[in-house]
């Protein structure tokens, strides 16, 4: 019986194989979830995600969110039922929020109400910034489809993003943008970065319609301002203030007596405590620098015992 799973597996791996590029391999792996073919679809699905990127033209919107949501969708077809399949379908709605559930594949009411209420949340997803460079020279950069140039922006999730290269070829990557890309880097060979597109002029009067399968505009990409840090008020113990005050209230007392004794030498007549003028006026300023250093010591001692009383924050 084993053997036989085996088999099976094998099967649809080499079906899968050459099921050819990604967007065949995703119409493949619809036609097998209708079929009720879960385990095939799986194969062909992971084939054609491996697949999109390779793609010669740019992909639309609406495969890529058909790919993401079919993802999502061929666990519930085998019978399971796991929250990262729901995330696809998150995913599959920001690339293209227009998309509808599968009916054909699986008819459930109830989780076509779940998809929906799905919609409505993926439009408060964060932007996130493509980082399309300004200097890419004739390159074109586009994301699910939809053309990007600098300062734009797409709502969080995986995307799709291609390049059209200077010489047609078309490349692609998976990416969530959590990381910057590297766009110019997508085209093989040397870029000239200093050609300039030639400007078209947008034809007011065009009948052209949007593909149904176009993604949404891109956003315009503001950078976050940084959050303003509040800083906490730093709050002396009354305990450390009564200290300084002591501290500073026993030295006023000590440059105080200082004072005093240079004052008593500086009033000494009988017999002369100095022998010339330059000594007296040396002796004064001594005395006086003592003074105003014991003021100012009490001063500190006061201005500190008040904020032992009432608290000092800065």
Not at 16 to 29: E, T
Not at 132 to 153: M, N, S, W
Not at 255 to 277: C, H, I, V, W
Not at 289 to 311: K, R
Request: overall charge negative; some cysteine; hydrophobic content about 45%.
């Amino acid at each position: 019986m084993l053997g036989v799973g085996l088999i099976g597996a094998l099967l649809a791996w080499t079906t899968a194989a050459f099921a050819g590029p990604g967007l065949d391999g995703i119409a493949a792996a619809r036609e097998s979830l209708v079929a009720g073919e879960s385990e095939r679809a799986t194969m062909l699905l992971v084939q054609a995600r491996l697949n999109l990127p390779k793609e010669p033209a740019v992909v639309e919107a609406g495969h890529v969110g058909e790919l993401l949501y079919l993802e999502g969708l061929a666990p519930r077809v085998g019978g399971l039922e796991r929250e990262q399949d729901v995330e696809r379908w998150r995913q599959a709605l920001t690339v293209f929020p227009t998309l509808r559930w599968a009916r054909d594949v699986m008819d459930d009411k109830a989780l076509r109400g779940y998809f929906e209420a799905l919609r409505s949340e993926v439009r408060q997803r964060e932007p996130v910034s493509t980082g399309v460079p300004a200097k890419r020279g004739l390159i074109k950069a586009f994301v699910d489809g939809v053309e990007h140039t600098t300062g734009q922006a797409v709502r969080s999730g995986v995307h799709l993003a291609q390049v059209e290269c200077p010489n047609g070829e078309v490349r692609g990557e998976w990416t969530d943008f959590s990381a910057p890309l590297d766009w110019v880097g997508l085209c093989p060979g040397k870029v000239d970065l200093s050609a300039e597109p030639e400007v078209m002029e947008e034809d007011e009067f065009s009948l052209d319609e949007p593909s149904p399968l176009g993604g949404p505009e891109p956003l315009v990409w503001v950078e976050p301002i940084a959050p303003i840090v509040q800083r906490q008020p730093i709050r002396l113990e009354p305990r450390t203030l009564w200290i300084g005050a002591g501290v500073a209230g026993g030295a006023a007392v000590a440059t105080y007596a200082g004072a005093l004794m240079a004052r008593n030498k500086y009033d000494q007549l009988e017999p002369a405590a100095f022998n010339s003028l330059s000594e007296l006026e040396q002796q004064r300023s001594k005395t006086n620098a003592l003074a105003l250093t014991s003021a100012g010591l009490f001063s500190v001692a006061a201005v500190l015992s008040a904020g032992a009383v009432w608290g000092v924050e800065f």
